[in-house]
C-alpha cells in the first residue's frame, strides 16, 4: 500500500513540475486589445496604437478610487525622473460611470498630472483588459505585449513597477 501511495504522490509531483516547467517555456504574452476611448478632450484614442516609443503603464483608476489616487500621486512625484531614465510614458484608464465622469478633469488638473488621461465609462477596455477592481497596473512592451500586471495599491508599489519598467527599457 504504502509503494502505491509513493508511486502516486511521485506521478502527481512529476506532472505537477513537467506542467509548470512547460507553461513557463511556452507562456505566450497577451496582447494589448484595440479599444476606442476618448481622451479628456472628448478625442478619440485606440488603446493598440498610443504611439509611445518607449515601455507604457497603464493604470486603471477611478475618482472614488482613494489607492488609485494614491498610486498615480506618487508615481506623478517620481515621473519626469522615470521618463529621463526609461522613456516610460503613463496612460491614467479612468473608469468613472457618466455619474462620476465629469469630476475627472477636474481632479486630474487639479493635480497636475502630465499622463494621458483616457475615459472608459462604459469599462470596455476594463473588460479586455481582464480588470475587475482598481487600481490595476499594466507594464506594456513596444510591440504592445503586457509584460507585468499588478492588482491594488500599497506604498513601495511603485517601486517595484519601477524596477520591472527599467528591466524592460534596458531590454528593449
Request: contains cysteine; negative net charge; hydrophobic residues 40%.
Amino acid at each position: 500500500m504504502k509503494r502505491i501511495v509513493l508511486a502516486f504522490v511521485y506521478t502527481v509531483l512529476s506532472f505537477h513540475f513537467f506542467a509548470q516547467d512547460a507553461a513557463e517555456t511556452h507562456k505566450e504574452l497577451k496582447q494589448l486589445p484595440s479599444v476606442q476611448l476618448k481622451d479628456m478632450n472628448g478625442k478619440s484614442v485606440n488603446t493598440s496604437d498610443l504611439g509611445f516609443d518607449g515601455p507604457v503603464v497603464i493604470s486603471f483608476w477611478a475618482t472614488w478610487c482613494s489607492p488609485c489616487k494614491r498610486e498615480l500621486n506618487t508615481i506623478h512625484e517620481l515621473y519626469t525622473d522615470w521618463q529621463e531614465e526609461t522613456g516610460v510614458n503613463l496612460v491614467a484608464v479612468s473608469i468613472d460611470d457618466q455619474k462620476t465622469m465629469n469630476s475627472v478633469p477636474v481632479y486630474v488638473n487639479g493635480k497636475g498630472w502630465e499622463y494621458l488621461v483616457l475615459m472608459d465609462p462604459n469599462g470596455d477596455f476594463k473588460r479586455a483588459m481582464g480588470v475587475n477592481n482598481v487600481p490595476h497596473t499594466f507594464l506594456i512592451d513596444s510591440k504592445g505585449n503586457i509584460v507585468y500586471s499588478h492588482n491594488n495599491y500599497a506604498p513601495g508599489d511603485e517601486e517595484k513597477l519601477y524596477e520591472e519598467i527599467k528591466k524592460l527599457a534596458a531590454a528593449e
